[in-house]
């Protein structure tokens, strides 16, 4: 098979092999700017950084964009067991979660199966609910934390602890909505409580939580690597999402992502005399905490997007793994893939699955073709997070061999969507979204959102003035 963009590939394989941009690039995200979660000092301070960067590397249009976010402050937080012994945890506030002290009698739901919440009832009503983070077995889909925590509330929950499933990184985290204290508490204590429940049969416990709500202003960085004669106005974006969790570096997700959007960027420009469609190169922003960020993009610029051709999300593209792209049910494009990656002599393995979970969400739902990077064998034997999510996903979980990797496959894949002249991926009809959304079981976390907000307002006596607030909203985390 002969490669017409032989020249371009080497120029690309030949700069991604030699310099140490992603990793020096990882170090400044990472150790000076930290978490970069929404409304933090690192934020903004990133936002500066990537800006900058994308105009060293010579990209065009290069910006921010400012929107205001359901935003959260981390306070203090703490979990006792008050009766028939005294111990106390440490654990942590998930974000969203509102300040406040309740007590009550432990349910331990184990992975927290839909059916549950109903069939238990009588024991959660005025009580504090546990969970682990697994997706449960006897489930097809993903049971998101999300939905485990208003299950619990419908069912009167007065606390929620989020166990985490893996031993030996400590409480997990990952955003709810504001209507109760949630908590992360490690395996390990939360395998101490339930070890305890089975001996004593009755626990009480105490939580204590100190969180604030309130609006955060935060950003999404633009920048355009614009081809010297662009042959239409149609286009091709690459984003990750920049923020992490407060409480880790956000290493690997988001920011071995985000690094990674920006080698395509800087690898791009060098081949922008053989590129014949603009590629929008893009890192968002309040990701973990609701997709905000993607979410004001693809409303702020829906006019623009029967344009776009393609959206790749990188979200944590630079994980240790092989390099291929999950298409969000386009399987007309896998052959593009396996010519390409015949072409460019690179492994990429391609597979199929729809997961409302990262910043392509926005896009799927108006109607663009697109993907996520990441490897499609390795989701097949993974079940959870790992470290992610906890404060151990820190930089020198990253290696320089996969972020050179994302950067090689990844930024001649982009070339090549936006290059191609034979691209005609069938747009989603809005009937067809919804009809899929209907089949995932989707459909169901966004009503339950709606039952939840019912179920507050009839059944509380007293609202919390962060409740309150989110009620108003239409957002569901
Ligand atoms: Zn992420």
């Known amino acids: 098979m002969v490669n017409p963009y032989l020249d371009v590939d080497k120029k690309i394989m ?34 500066d950084y990537m800006v900058e960067k994308f105009k060293e590397y010579g990209c065009e249009n290069v910006h921010y964009e400012e929107y205001t976010i359901a935003g959260w402050t981390r306070g203090k937080a703490s979990l006792e067991v008050v009766s028939p012994i005294k111990k106390s945890f440490d654990v942590i506030s998930l974000p969203h979660s509102i300040g406040d002290t309740v007590e009550g009698k432990l349910v331990f739901l184990g992975d927290g199966a839909i059916d549950d919440y109903e069939k238990r009832k009588d024991e959660i009503d005025g009580n504090v609910v546990m969970v682990t983070s697994a997706s449960p077995l006897s489930m097809k889909r993903f049971l998101h934390r999300s939905e485990k925590y208003m299950r619990s509330i419908m069912a009167g929950a007065k606390g929620w602890i989020f166990m985490n ?41 105490k939580i204590k939580t100190t969180d604030k709500n309130h609006p955060t202003v935060t950003y999404n960085v633009v920048a355009d690597v614009v081809p010297e004669k662009p042959v239409d106005d149609e286009y091709v ?96 494009l896998e052959p593009y893939v396996a010519r390409w990656a015949e072409e460019m002599k690179a492994y990429i393995p391609t597979d199929q699955r729809v997961s409302p979970y990262s910043d392509h969400w926005p896009f799927f739902l108006n109607s663009v073709p697109c993907g ?58 809005k009937e067809e979204i919804e009809a899929f959304i209907e089949e995932q079981g989707y459909d169901k976390t966004i009503a339950l959102a709606d039952q939840m907000r019912m179920y507050i307002k009839e059944n509380y006596e007293k609202i919390h003035p962060d409740t309150e607030a989110f009620i108003k909203r239409s957002d569901a985390w």
């Open 14 to 47: 030949a700069e991604v092999y030699t310099s140490s941009e992603p990793m020096d690039n990882l170090e400044v995200l990472c150790d000076v700017h930290d978490s970069r979660f929404p409304g933090t000092p690192g934020d903004k301070g990133s936002v």
């Open 372 to 429: 996520s990077g990441g490897d499609p064998e390795a989701r097949r034997t993974r079940t959870g997070r790992g470290y992610g999510h906890t404060r151990y996903d820190t930089l020198d979980k990253v290696e320089t061999t996969y972020l050179r990797l994302a950067a090689a496959n990844y930024t001649r894949f982009l070339f090549r969507v936006a290059n191609e002249e034979d691209w005609s991926p069938r747009r989603k009809t």
């Open 237 to 332: 974006v690459v984003g990750s999402h920049y923020d992490g969790h407060d409480i880790s570096q956000g290493a690997v997700d988001p920011a071995s992502g985000a690094v990674t959007v920006m080698e395509i960027a800087r690898n791009l420009v060098m081949v922008k005399d053989r590129l014949r469609r603009r590629v929008r190169c893009m890192c968002f922003g309040a990701e973990e905490i609701g997709l905000y960020g993607s979410r004001a993009y693809a409303r702020d610029h829906e006019a623009e997007l029967d344009k776009c051709r393609f959206m790749l999300n990188l979200d944590s593209g630079g994980s240790k793994g092989n390099k291929g792209v999950t298409f969000h049910d386009f399987p007309e």
């Open 165 to 205: 499933h893996y031993p030996a990184y400590g409480p997990p985290t990952g955003g709810i909505s504001p209507v109760i204290p949630a908590l992360g508490i490690s395996h390990e204590d939360g395998s101490f409580l339930t070890r305890l429940l089975k001996r004593e049969k009755e626990v009480k416990v």
